[in-house]
């Protein structure tokens, strides 16, 4: 007989192993569903730490890690738990309060995660359907899921030049929905603009100012899924019954829809009636409407019945208001410079901001390390770097000061020696050539000049290379680095 304590012992060192084993499958899964970059950053840091039955408790390393987890990846730690656990697998937080020092351990405190809510299955019309008509059958509890994130709100959405007519007409139709001039309003613009947060928005306010209407959002993707699904299990019938019930319909990204003649069939269907009716329509577009090919005429036509109004790249001021936003609602300050900082060198779409800000916060608390233009700049570069392959202002700089033997610091100062000056035109000459800031932008970064000095600069280049074969031959070399 083997004494009690011996299997006692056999098992601590088994569930020991198990936690690691369980927490690998869910790294694997996790892994192959989030881009690299968000894997290094939100779960390389994670330690498992038990396995108590079906509760994994995995170590984070601050509370603000654990918030943004449970905000961004609670689905995908649903999906991860059910693959290595099962079902009713839980998870449970540590969370490091203080990390301590030699003489105490670290402070964690427990939180056992949130009950991952029920997703409605995109694909599976049916489903949906029934629930939507049993929750409109019971008055009292709209809980239809109306694919609305609360977090897309009109108070969060900063305005700008960039977005003034699509944001004031949007505003208007979520006080006044289907009876305003605006029927159907059309939101056009690039990625990461802010299309789907301002969509959300009318629909959330709308949800929240009007009891009794029903507002569904629904991406052009999810429509044409439930679409084909419902030809697929014959119900087609109750497909477009429940679309020409609701009273407000918000669909994203209709560019979707091109070349996809039947889901455009029904949705043209749906359309007409709803607008008959005095239903309010919502629409995205990743361009304007006269250049989505594959979209039926008739189709096109009636999107320009309403307001058709675009979102532009956000100027300087308005990204400054948005970073601001954003860490005011996080409850995080960082030093003007650094946003600052941040604000002139991402300046393709807002989607990219948020991005250079979260993994700036993730940071900031993984090191607890102040954010300062440093950090910012290692963390732009990392970016960068990983998912573009794109040239910052910074490596120019690098590579045309170590070029000429000469500091960043001189590059960048005040000094009008020779040796400084030519470099200096040189490097501004290349950040207009690779990358894609302003002027204005440019100038910051050489020492907060302003944007007429950097024109001089590129000017000054251009009619030495026509002149001077020894110009031409460096600027070619230089180049032959950021190939
Ligand atoms: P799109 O649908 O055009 O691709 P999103 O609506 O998904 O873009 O916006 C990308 C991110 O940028 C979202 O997190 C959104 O909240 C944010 N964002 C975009 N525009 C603004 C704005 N004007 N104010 C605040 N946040 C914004
Ligand atoms: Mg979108």
């Known amino acids: 007989m083997t004494p009690d304590y011996v299997s006692f012992t056999l098992e601590k060192v088994t569930s020991h192993r198990d936690v690691d084993m369980v927490w690998d499958k869910c790294l694997r899964v996790i892994q192959e569903n989030i881009p690299d970059q968000s894997y290094k950053t939100w779960f390389e840091p994670i330690r498992p730490l038990r396995l108590h039955g079906k509760v994994l408790t995995i170590q984070v390393p601050s509370q603000f890690f654990y918030e943004w987890l449970e905000d961004n990846y609670v689905h995908l730690l649903r999906k991860a738990l059910d693959y290595s656990i099962g079902r ?20 964690t405190m427990n939180v056992p995660t949130v009950k991952t809510p029920q997703t409605a299955r ?16 019971d008055q009292d509890s709209l809980q239809l899921d109306t694919y609305l994130n609360a977090n897309y709100s009109f108070d ?19 006080q006044r ?40 959002y629904v991406s052009s993707e999810k429509f044409t899924n439930q679409f084909i699904n419902s030809i697929k299990n014959n119900t087609l019938q109750d497909f477009t ?23 455009q069939d029904t ?48 100027d300087f001021e308005t990204r400054i208001a948005i970073i601001q936003k954003k860490l005011q609602s996080e409850g995080i300050n960082i030093d003007y410079d650094v946003i600052e900082y941040v604000a002139h060198s991402v300046n393709s779409n807002v989607r990219e901001l948020e991005g ?47 070029y000429f033997e000469i500091s960043i610091a001189d590059l960048k100062s005040k000094s009008r020696k020779k040796e400084n000056v030519y470099p200096r035109q040189l490097a501004m000459f290349l950040a207009k050539e690779y990358t894609d800031l302003p002027l204005k932008s440019i100038g910051y970064h050489f020492g907060g000049r302003d944007h007429s000095t950097v024109i001089h600069s590129i000017q000054s280049i251009h009619e030495l290379m026509g002149n001077d074969p020894d110009v031409e031959e460096t600027v070619q070399k230089l180049r032959s680095y950021f190939k």
């Open 241 to 263: 019954d429940f679309y020409m019930k609701v009273d407000v319909l918000v669909i994203d990204d209709v560019q979707f829809l091109s070349g996809k003649e039947k889901t």
């Open 122 to 137: 995109p694909d599976n019309f049916g489903t949906d359907l029934r629930n939507a008509n049993n929750q409109v059958k």
């Open 356 to 402: 250079v800000i979260i993994s700036l916060m993730a940071q900031a608390s993984l090191t607890r390390r102040e954010i300062d233009v440093e950090l910012a700049k290692n963390t732009l570069r990392n970016i960068v770097m990983d998912e573009e392959k794109e040239v910052t202002i910074d490596t120019i700089q690098e590579i045309v000061a170590d």
């Open 267 to 314: 949705f043209f269907h749906i359309f007409n009636h709803l607008h008959q009716m005095g239903k309010q329509i919502v629409m995205t577009s990743d361009r304007p409407p006269r250049e989505l090919q594959g979209l039926q005429d008739r189709l096109l036509s009636r999107f320009k019945w309403g307001l058709t109004a675009d979102l532009q790249t956000p």
């Open 88 to 107: 009713d697998g839980m998870l449970e937080y540590s969370i490091i309060v203080d990390t301590g020092n030699e003489k105490h351990q670290p402070l």
């Open 156 to 174: 969060n959405f900063i305005e700008g030049d960039c977005n003034r007519l699509a944001r004031s007409a949007g505003f208007a139709v979520a």
């Open 177 to 216: 929905p289907g009876l305003t001039s605006f029927n159907p309003l059309m939101v056009y613009g690039g990625v990461g603009l802010g299309k789907t947060h301002l969509v959300q928005a009318i629909g959330n306010y709308i949800r929240n100012h009007f009891n009794e209407k029903l507002v569904l």
